[in-house]
């Protein structure tokens, strides 16, 4: 059969909408993250035998029409679409105007319709189905029924929610989770066949990078995470070592000029003994690469050190917050000292730290606020960002919200402003909406304008000049923000 998978369009006018990352928005710095779950659909049906597309409408901030042409032109039997919280009314038109023109059954994936399956359906009559979390398989499958029994053998599909005939919403079993890593084809083929690698920049990265996934899942249950509570889940599931290595050295040889490797995994060093023999598998083959992870801020030094040896250049450290009793009612299972220890062993290691602080949790009030702000100055990390609590259906913390009336909007398109930026939609009787943006839209001004960090940049630029196309890229669109604060949250 013939698939199309399809990020869609979405306030090309403002920019490149990273529909993929935790808090989908157009971003301050600039990031825009692979639509990496589509390309790993897009790779797994090509290998059954299926012809497939996968566009990037964001990555090349193509209109509605230039991305109906490109789908039409395709002629598939089936479409699917991703979709994110904030655009999810967008998605839905898109998907329903494109069904129309190409009559292909048409399902909606990621996050957002996994935790609201039913809810999405029933906003979306000119929508076929909805593929709940992880759907690789799930897409496979359905092309085979499709083509074997057409709409009558949707029941045996697993994972999906779907229209009957009659209009009822019908939601089948859920899917097992894949578990056999190893055995999915290398999601970089996708990237290499359909989109180009130059236009995906993380503001903490050397650019071009490529983004891959050593394991999926995340043992971790921290209230506001949206990918483990509605699309990976809890359990690990891991890749071989080999495998990954494999995977890199393919990338190594297949695109040109490529700087970094991003691994998007929830938690890349939850398993050290696995993260020390992953460095030893890069360091036995001499393969001579830099690499950024996401990590915890419990790692010990040794094993640091060893990822180091192996290219390790930066980790993205969820820190959140400076008070202890705030990560306690966000289930972090951090300790705030274990969080100044990490940054010494790291600083000793050599590898630099990308700090994620978040405010507006439960517990947090204005005095945690300005803690969260002290501790980020005191760990100084290479670059911080500041985010307002963003809450996602399917998540304890959005739950939080809702029940205890927190939410300034029920309409999902308050949750990015009019020109897609992040926005705050929980406003607490002691800590409103707009008082959250405007802290954060202070941290940053107070954190990156300190004499002492601007110092500390330039330095870097100076010994490491790869450093400065990195500096000047994510540097000169987070300035713009820090001058004219763009933020204007929902009130």
Same mark, same amino acid.
């Given at each position: ?30 990031? &825009?993250?692979?639509?990496? $779950? ?16 996968? &566009? ?19 002629? +598939? ?10 655009? @999810? ?27 609201? !399956?039913?809810?999405?359906?029933? %906003? ?35 994972? @999906?929610? $779907? ?40 503001? !903490?990265?050397? !650019? ?13 249950? =921290? ?59 890069? /360091?036995?083959?001499? &393969?001579?690469?830099? $690499? ?6 419990? *790692? ?15 980790? =993205? ?10 990560? %306690? ?6 300790? *705030? ?13 050599? /590898?630099? @730290? ?34 307002? &609590? ?14 205890? %009336?927190?939410?300034?909007? !029920?309409?999902?398109? %308050?949750?990015?402003? +009019? ?48 450093? @400065? ?23």
């Amino acid at each position: 059969m013939r698939i199309f998978f399809l990020n869609p369009p979405f306030k090309p006018e403002h920019g490149k909408f990273s529909r993929e990352q935790r808090s989908p928005a157009i971003t301050k710095s600039g990031t &825009l993250y692979y639509p990496m $779950w589509l390309a790993y659909g897009t790779v797994v049906a090509q290998e059954k035998g299926h012809d497939v597309c996968l &566009l990037d409408a964001p990555a090349k901030r193509l209109s509605y029409a230039e991305a109906e042409k490109r789908v039409t032109d395709f002629r +598939p039997d089936i479409l699917v679409v991703d979709t994110a919280t904030a655009s @999810i009314a967008n998605d839905i038109e898109v998907a329903t105007r494109l069904r129309e023109a190409t009559g292909a059954f048409t399902m909606l994936v990621g996050p957002h319709v996994s935790a609201l !399956h039913k809810e999405t359906l029933s %906003d979306a009559p000119g929508v076929d189905a909805v593929a709940r979390r992880e759907y690789e398989e799930t897409v496979v499958d359905l092309a085979a029924v499709l083509q074997a029994k057409g709409r009558a053998g949707l029941g045996t599909v697993t994972g @999906i929610t $779907w229209r009957a005939e009659d209009g009822s919403l019908v939601e089948n079993p859920a899917r097992v989770p894949a578990t056999e890593l190893d055995d999915i084809p290398f999601v970089s083929k996708a990237y290499k066949e359909f989109l180009d690698y130059r236009d995906y920049f993380y503001s !903490h990265s050397r !650019h071009p990078i490529v983004t891959l996934v050593t394991q999926r899942g995340c043992p971790f249950h =921290c209230t506001f995470c949206v990918y483990p509570q509605t699309f990976g889940g809890y359990k690990l599931r891991q890749r071989s070592v080999k495998n990954v290595v494999d995977e890199m050295e393919w990338c190594v040889n297949n695109f040109p000029g490529l700087k970094e490797f991003m691994f998007e995994d929830d938690t890349l060093t939850v398993d050290k003994k696995r993260a020390v023999a992953f460095a030893q598998e890069i /360091i036995n083959r001499g &393969l001579k690469v830099q $690499w950024t992870a996401n990590s915890r801020a419990d *790692v010990d030094l040794e094993t640091m050190q060893w990822l180091k040896k192996s290219g390790a250049r930066l980790f =993205c450290v969820g820190i959140e917050s400076g008070n202890q009793a705030v990560l %306690d009612d966000m289930k972090k299972l951090l300790k *705030v000292d274990k969080v100044r220890q990490f940054f010494k062993d790291a600083k000793k290691a050599g /590898i630099m @730290i990308h700090g994620c602080f978040m405010v507006g949790n439960k517990g947090d009030t204005k005095e945690t606020l300005e803690q969260t702000l002290a501790f980020a100055k005191e760990l100084n990390p290479d670059t911080a960002q500041f985010f307002p &609590l963003m809450v996602y259906p399917g998540t304890e913390a959005y739950n939080w919200a809702r029940e205890n %009336d927190f939410l300034v909007s !029920h309409n999902y398109a %308050d949750w990015v402003t +009019p020109e897609g930026l992040h926005n705050s939609v929980v406003n607490r009787p002691d800590l409103s909406a707009r008082e959250l943006v405007e802290f954060c839209d202070r941290a940053r001004r107070e954190f990156y304008v300190r004499p002492s960090y601007i110092t500390s940049k330039a330095v870097q630029a100076i010994r490491d000049p790869q450093e @400065i196309k990195r500096l000047a890229k994510g540097g000169l669109s987070l300035a713009r923000h820090l001058v004219f604060g763009t933020d204007k949250p929902t009130s």
